[in-house]
């Protein structure tokens, strides 16, 4: 098999795949969660706030008061790596075009500059962190194999994009190809690793807001 024939099944039928296994494993998975409901809480409210799940989730994505200087290299390098991976999958131009052919929605791109630098300061963090994890004897202990597994899924999609962009290690045709099988790969298993927390994570943390709320308890 070529180069060009590899490119065309990774970014054809293995990518469509992807997607579907993704997209019924998003909803299975969800399914399960709202599933399983709440049982009714026959207590008097203490708190009738509205509000409360949402603010919790905004309250949630800020470090909790003296974190940031107690463990500084997992709130920073987190923030770092989001926000990277975000501007490189969202505002990279060759990705708004894929997203636009696939759902008709567009916005525009990012200077092509600015994502690189991004890209490469995420891929940093990743490696910062990573070293971060096995180095504290706290956090390797709690580790599995599955934070593993996550943090090889995410780094693979944006080392094969970066080498790919630059024309590094091989062919572009072939890196391409890398590239989008990596990325296929991350969707294929995203809904069945703790990469799923894409997902729960904000539903979880309005749940906990809500239900903290109704108990009169701060979250």
Do not use: Q
């Not at 008061?65 to 500084?72: A, F, I, S, V, Y």
């Amino acid at each position: 098999m070529s180069h060009l024939d590899l490119l065309t099944f990774a970014r054809g039928s293995a990518l469509n795949w992807a997607l579907m296994l993704c997209v019924a494993g998003v909803v299975l998975r969800l399914f399960e969660i709202f599933a399983l409901g709440r049982k009714a809480d026959l207590a008097r409210p203490r708190t009738v706030s509205p509000g409360s799940g949402w603010r919790t989730m905004a309250t949630r994505s800020l470090p909790p008061e003296g974190m940031l200087k107690r463990d500084p290299v997992t709130y920073i390098g987190g923030y770092v790596f989001h926000l990277g991976l975000l501007v490189t999958i969202f505002f990279f131009a060759p990705h708004v075009e894929f997203i636009r052919s696939m759902t008709g929605l567009g916005w525009p791109g990012l200077p092509a500059p600015l994502v690189d630098a991004l890209a490469v300061a995420a891929m940093m963090a990743l490696g910062i962190l990573l070293a971060h994890r096995l180095n504290n004897p706290v956090k390797r202990m709690l580790s599995g194999n599955g934070d593993y597994l996550a943090w090889a899924l995410t780094l693979l999609p944006l080392l094969t994009g970066y080498l790919a962009y630059h024309h590094l290690l091989s062919e572009y045709t072939l890196m391409l190809a890398l590239h989008l099988f990596s990325a296929g790969l991350l969707l294929a298993l995203l809904p069945f690793t703790k990469l799923f927390h894409t997902f729960s994570l904000f539903i979880s943390r309005w749940y906990n807001g809500d239900i903290s709320a109704r108990k009169g308890v701060a979250s």
